[in-house]
């Protein structure tokens, strides 16, 4: 009777602490909205939905940390009657309030970035420059004051639990009418709470709720606030679980081959890269150009050339290559992936991403992707030289970069750079360099540049007004859409920079070679926080312009879709001699009618997002992930 004494009282105020932590992720719910709320546009009629829905959910989560509690303190104290059951309860909680704390504090700049709560970035993270993740941080997004900030947080919350426990009064088992009754009834009722807090205020599996039916909301801003830090890093586990299962390499030779057929390439070919050869039937241009340029731009948006946001001119010398009797504008144009890094592997391999770093793959150092754009370009007769403003050492850029076909590369660790940017140099010194080599140039060299900027990012610390960013003019002319603060608009001069710079290059460069063929996109998209939520063609697609003499703007229309893993085989329809065969596992912008990345399906001029995907593009995406998974991890022949 001792014993379950003991259990009982204890078991009581673990139950005060769950309810506690349900007000504490209600509160920084309820904040988050608050914060990020000039998104909904004056729309709150789902905000009740959205709190109702996360307090549902959040029941699994405060479960979670309460069991814990329960195991440490309340079960021991059933045998052990010295037990420090509210010593180790408070210390268990108070340190899970910190932690949460700071996951709330870093949740504030992680969406403005972002657009989410924390996602599958924190593992893509990991593989990043932390040095300058770091720098950034605290330079851009105040890490220090946030980081303290958030600690305090936790004290004062773990102070208020510690209160809670202590002023509220539990039940005496001597007390207890009924002491027989309730030690039998104890157990049943400790499961079936348990149960109903598991699946988050239900007791049955198709009634529960978890972080992917959470999100049933028109919102963006609401589905994300929906989710406690504590399930969006479980998401992130999730996805990363999920990823990596679906990148297992499971599948026969024979199943191999009936996914090939299905991706439409031959599977009769005796190897992968054979599977998707692909042969140039009537080139863009009768005469080849001698220079190539391939521009990316970092964080380098399509939204600027929609008409919605046209007028403010923040990418006036882009635009007028887009207009121009040379040029060519793809309108629907996706990134490979939400970073930089799944740009350059696709653009290197013409793999779609599957989540697997292709960049540190054994094969990927023993042997060249046919697809990829340096393999296809020497194919053509170029030599091929990589720029890059950031470091070398970043992402073993430079050495899958010469792995994968090119002859030269070169970046910030040779420019030097006259700023204090952690990530490289500013791209005016990226151009110059550039520019330089252009002039050393033999007259009949036959040269790929691809060239990789990095200013338009954080920390923004170039001074864009000083340059001659038209600041007060943008200001007047934004929609309601973009926040009116001065960070805003320097992240907005930022990019007028980035087209700066590229303008003046490339009018120095076609100066110097009349000839050249210019190709412009973006890395990424979806760095830059509007103020109102926005679709998918404004948060997620890159532009793609092809500017240089012989280039028509009929090329494309506003049905035309594409990807960064088609731009090499675009490449090799406008250049290569009729008949040159090249491998590409989606056909060319030229030939294809769809594209599509981790997320995301365009065909006939339009974005899907991956929750509205038909079954069968679902399939389709997925088998061609497949296919890169086998070539990345197994290889390029078929038969194992």
Known sequence: MEYFARFFENLQRDLKAFLYWCLVFTIFRIAFIWIYSSQLSGDYADV?????????????????????????????????????????????HGLALVFFSICFMARIPYYKIFNAAFNMMLINGAHDDIKAIFVTAIEEYQLLWRLLAAILLGLVLSYG????????????????????????????????????????????????INWLSAARLNSNLLNEAILDDGQALYRVRDIKKKQDAANKVDFTSEELRGIIAACGGNKNAASLDEAFLRTVKQPKLQTQPNNIFLIIGESFGNWPFLPKFAHLGIVPKMQDLMNSEHGAYISTMLPNGGNTVTAVNGLLTGLPETGIYVNYQPISYKEKYAAGIANIMKRLGYRTVFWYGGYAGWEDVKKFAEAQGFDEFHCADEFGTDTNNVWGCDDAVLFKNTEGYLGKQQKDDKVFHMILTMSNHAPYIIDVDKLGFPREAVRGKLPVDINKDNNTLTELGHIWYGDKTMGEFIANAKQLLPDSLFVITGDHMERFTFAVEQDARVMMSVPCIFYGAGVSPSWFDAKSVGSHIQIAGTLAEILGPEGFTYASLQPSMFDGDAAF??????????????????????????????????RVIKGNSIEE
């Open 597 to 630: 990345n981790e997320r995301l399906y365009a065909s006939n001029g339009e974005i899907t997002v991956r929750d509205k995907i038909p079954e069968n593009t679902k399939k389709y995406i997925a088998d061609m992930r497949k296919l890169a998974a086998w």
């Open 48 to 92: 009740p939905m959205a709190l109702f829905l996360g307090a549902r959910l959040s029941m699994k989560t405060a479960g979670v940390i309460s069991l814990v509690g329960f195991v440490l303190a309340s079960l021991p104290s059933i045998i052990i009657k010295k037990w420090p059951a509210a010593k180790l309860r408070k210390l268990w």
């Open 161 to 208: 639990l510690c209160l809670f426990l202590r002023k509220t009064s539990v039940i005496e088992f001597k007390d207890v009418k009924y002491k027989t009754v309730t030690m039998v009834l104890a157990l049943p009722t400790v499961v079936a709470l348990w149960v109903f807090v598991r699946f988050g205020g239900s007791f049955d599996y198709n009634d529960s």
